[in-house]
T-cell receptor, first 114, second 113 residues
Framework: NAGVTQTPKFQVLKTGQSMTLQCAQD?????MYWYRQDPGMGLRLIYY???????DKGEVPNGYNVSRLNKREFSLRLESAAPSQTSVYFC?????????????FGPGTRLLVL | GDSVTQMEGPVTLSEEAFLTINCTYT??????LFWYVQYPGEGLQLLLK?????DKGSNKGFEATYRKETTSFHLEKGSVQVSDSAVYFC????????????FGQGTELSVKP
């Protein structure tokens, strides 16, 4: 079982370039999430999708868009990258959005914006 | 809004020492509480969780008790190993907040032989 997979593992962009981070899960989970991790700030939620066909903003959505392509896949797009978006991005999934449901995380994408 | 505060790191211990990582939270209602661990170069993994007051979560020798009166969920282990070196995150899921997790800033633990 692969769990949650993310591509690419590492990316360097120039300011103003665009890119899409891909995430897929094979656990038949309904809910998927995108977080960013910055030093000293823990993880912050960018967007989430409670189920196929729905997406909602998290704590730090500005500068990002998402697409829930199907139940398995949830992509994160940076339309015009900025140095402030240099971070490590994690995708996660869970069976439901409620209670004590465990979120499973991918290995992360390390993004550097010059 | 809801928030989580963890003790600052890095924490450096010798093998077999006792570990405590403090975590306190602010939330309305009755949140669920979690500890996640991140090993170098990897994503986060659930370490343990507790869903109501006085619940104790435990896994791999780690324990944490949900204390509503002190709004705390401190992580403890009686005897750490070098393999426990990682970053530990405390997190909460607020009542009626869907699946959204609020994380603390993380505490880096380094265990020396």
């Amino acid at each position: 079982n692969a769990g949650v997979t993310q591509t690419p593992k590492f990316q360097v962009l120039k300011t103003g370039q665009s890119m899409t981070l891909q995430c897929a899960q094979d656990m038949n989970h309904n809910s998927m999430y995108w977080y960013r991790q910055d030093p000293g700030m823990g993880l912050r939620l960018i967007y989430y999708s409670a189920s196929e066909g729905t997406t909602d903003k998290g704590e730090v959505p500005n500068g990002y868009n998402v697409s829930r392509l199907n139940k398995r896949e949830f992509s994160l797009r940076l339309e015009s990258a900025a140095p402030s978006q240099t971070s490590v991005y994690f995708c996660a999934s869970s069976g439901t959005t409620g209670g004590s449901e465990t979120q499973y995380f991918g290995p992360g994408t390390r993004l550097l914006v010059l | 809004g809801d928030s989580v505060t963890q003790m600052e790191g890095p924490v450096t211990l010798s093998e077999e020492a006792f570990l405590t990582i403090n975590c306190t939270y602010t939330a309305t209602g009755y949140p669920s509480l979690f500890w996640y661990v991140q090993y170098p170069g990897e994503g986060l993994q659930l370490l343990l969780k507790a869903t109501k007051a006085d619940d104790k979560g435990s896994n791999k020798g780690f324990e944490a008790t949900y204390r509503k009166e002190t709004t705390s969920f401190h992580l403890e282990k009686g005897s750490v190993q070098v393999s426990d070196s990682a970053v530990y995150f405390c997190a909460l899921r607020g009542y009626n907040q869907g699946g959204k997790l609020i994380f603390g800033q993380g505490t880096e633990l380094s265990v020396k032989p």
